[in-house]
């Protein structure tokens, strides 16, 4: 990565200090900016071939793996919520797609074998308070969505779980939440 002689105000194009000051990306330092701001805004972070990765703890879906990646014109943030539905694809597509409309900053996408991620292309340089704001974005996408692209995508094997647990005195503590689906 070529040096960048541009201070954060043109980098980022911030009109204030504070704003220069927070903002940072690829185009003021790259991976050794962004993981100075992740560190100053208590953020726990690894960094792995020129990206940060953040892990998110969540509920529902028990911790998202956030990939940051800056590079010089953009930082982009992929995160693996789901592997490929087993069922009702179409149902699930849809249903991403229409929930793309009220996300900020990220998107629901597939790969080439159907895993579902949310992914975003952003500015290089970020201040703290919309770095915080697009983790947020992710953590409440993907596990307030979790349990809700499952329903769609899995609902013959979670029913097929329900019962095995049933038929054998098993625990239904983590299925709890799809008890609509066992028809009970």
């Known amino acids: 990565m070529a040096d960048e002689t541009t201070d954060a105000t043109g980098a980022t194009g911030a009109t204030n ?61 992929e995160a693996f919520v789901c592997r490929n539905p087993e069922e009702n694809h179409a149902g699930v597509h849809e249903w991403l797609l229409q929930r793309n409309r009220r996300l900020f900053g990220i998107a629901y996408t597939v790969d080439a074998q159907g895993d579902i991620y949310l992914v975003g292309q952003l500015p290089p340089s970020l201040a703290d308070e919309d770095l915080d704001r697009l983790l947020g974005q992710v953590l409440e996408a993907s596990d307030g969505d979790f349990n809700k692209i499952l329903e769609r995508g899995f609902a013959s094997s979670i029913k097929k779980e329900w019962e095995w647990r049933v038929d054998r005195g098993e625990s239904l503590a983590n299925l709890e939440q799809f008890r609509h689906l066992a028809g009970e």
Do not use: F, W, Y
Not at 24 to 47: D, P, S
Not at 57 to 64: A, Q, S
């Open 17 to 77: 200090a504070t704003n220069a000051t927070n903002a940072t990306g690829a185009a003021a330092g790259g991976l050794a900016a962004l993981t100075a701001q992740l560190e100053r805004m208590g953020v726990e972070h690894k960094t792995a071939e020129g990206s940060a990765i953040v892990v998110l703890p969540g509920t529902r879906k028990l911790k998202t793996v956030c990939l940051l990646a800056p590079a010089p014109d953009s930082l982009r943030i």
